[in-house]
C-alpha cells in the first residue's frame, strides 16, 4: 500500500534531503533532547528507579545524535566516491557533499562528541546540568557542518550564524558567573560586528556577480579572456556575437548580468569585498589584530564550551575560509598572498608573545591558538598540495591535542577548586600520575616535538613554505616554536617538579576517560604513523 506522505519523505530523503542529512539528525536529536528532556526531569524527580535509568539523558542523546549523524556521513563519502562528478550536489547547487565536506564534518563531530563527554561531570559541579545545553552544542554543529558544505553565500552565513549564536549562548551558560556573562558579552558584540562586515563583503561580491554561488562568482573574478573587457567592449558595440555568448554562457552564466557601470570598477569593488570577507573571517579565527575576543572569551566560559570554541569554532571559520578563498579568489592569489602573510607572522608574534606572560592557563592556550593560526595561515602563502594537506593535518591534530589539554583542565575542576591557574597545576604529577602524563603529551603536541601530531603538521607547514622559496617565513615559523616550548613547558614545570599545595587529588569520571583516551590516541598516533592521517587530510581537498 502506497501512502502518498511517506512516499513523499522517501523520495525527499533520495534527492535533496540525502545531501543534509547527516544535519537533519542532529537537529532532530538536538529537538528531541528540548521536548522530551523537560518533561522527563518532571517525571523521575521523585523516583529514584527512574532516575537511575535515565541518568545523564541529555548527553546519552546527544552522543547518540552525533554517532548517527557520522554513521550517515560514512555512507555519503561512499556515495561521493561512486558519483560520476566527484559531488552530490543539493538544492540548486547551494549545498554539495564533496570530498572536503566528509573530512570537516568528521572533525565537528569528533569535536562535539568529546566536549559533550567532558561536559556531563563539570555540568554536575557546576550545578548546571540542562538539556538546553546540549542541544545547542548539537546545533552548533549543525551550522558548522552548513559551512563546510555550503557554496551559496547565504548558506555559509546562516552556517555561520547558526553556529555564532549557539556559541553567544554557551559561552554565558554560567548563568551566576560573572566573568561567564561578561564573556558572553563581549563576545556577541565581537562577533555581530565581525558578521556585519563578512555580511558587507558578501554583498559586494553578489553585486559585482549578480549571483550568490561561489562557483558562478569565481567564474566573475577569474580574469582569463580578459572576461571584464570582452564584455564591455561587446556592449559598447551593441553586438554580442553567438560565440561569445555561447562561450560566456558556458563558462561565466553570472557574468552576462554584469552591469557596464560596474565593469570599471570591478578591480577595486573586488579588492574591497576580499578585504571585508577577510577581516570578517580572521575575526572568526582570532587572528592579529582581530583576536581580542579570544582570551577574555576563554577564560570565562565554561571550560567544555572553551574546548568547543578552540577547537571547533576555529575548525569550521577556517572551512569556510578555505571554501571561498580556494573558489572565489584562487586566481588573484598571488595578490593577496602579501596580506595574508602580514596577518600570519603577526598572529605568531603576538600569540606567542603575549602567552610568556599568563597566569591562567585557559588565557594562555587563548594565545598559543592565535599562534597556531599563524602557521596555518601560511598554509595559504606556500599554496601547493603539501600546504593544503599541512593544513587539513593540521586542522586534525589541533583539533584533539587541544582538547585534550582543555580536557586537563576540566578534570582538576572540582567543588571549591576552579583549577585554571598555574599554581593549581602544582604537583599534579604526585596527585594524578596519568592526568599529569597526558597534560605532558599534549604540550609537547602543541609545542611540535616528536613524535606527536603536532610535529608532522608543523612539519607539512615548514615543508611546503620552502618548496614555494619563502625561507624568510619557513625560519620565522621555526624561531617561533623557541618560546612556544618556553610557556608550554612552564606549565609541565608546574605539573611535574612543583610541591604539591592544598589542593585534593582530581578524580577522572568514566566519560572524561574515554575523551583522554581518544585525544591522546590521535595525538601520538598521528605522529608515530602519520600515513593515513595524511592520506584522509589529502583527500580533503581531492581524492
Known sequence: MSIPFIDAIRGYLQGDGA?????????????????????LDESVENNWFWKLLFKNFYAKAALAGTLFSGFTLWKLRGAVAASARGYLPGFHESVVVDSFFPFFATLFLAATALVILLSVKYLDIEEEQEGEYYALLLFACVGMMFMASGVDLIVMFLGLETMALSFYVLTGFLRREKRSNEA?????????????ILAYGFSLIYGLSGTTNIRNISAVFNPRIGLAR??????????????????LSAEYPAALHLEPSLLHQMPVLAAAAFVLIAVGLFFKVAAVPFHQWAPDVYEGAPTPVTTYVSVASKTASFALLLRLFLTVFAASQETWVYLIAGVAVASLTWGNLAALTQTNVKRLLAYSSIAHVGYILLGLVAWNETAFTGIAFYLLAYVFMTAGAFAVIIVLRQKGLIGEELEDLNGLYQRSPASALLLLIFMLSLAGIPPTAG???????????????HPVLAVFAVLYIVPALYYYFRIVVHAWLKAPGEAPRPVMSSAQAVALGVAVFVSLAAGLYPEPFTRLAHYAFGP
Do not use: C, D, H, N
Open 455 to 469: 610535529f608532522m603538521g608543523k612539519y607539512f607547514i615548514f615543508l611546503s613554505l620552502i618548496e614555494t622559496k
Open 19 to 39: 545531501v543534509i542529512l547527516p544535519e537533519m539528525e542532529l537537529t532532530l536529536f538536538g529537538l528531541a533532547v528540548l521536548l522530551i528532556g523537560y518533561p
Open 230 to 247: 570582452a564584455i564591455e567592449l561587446s556592449r559598447q558595440s551593441g553586438v554580442m556575437g553567438s560565440q561569445m555568448r555561447q562561450v
Open 184 to 196: 558572553s558579552l563581549k563576545y556577541v558584540l565581537l562577533g555581530a560586528f565581525s558578521s556585519g
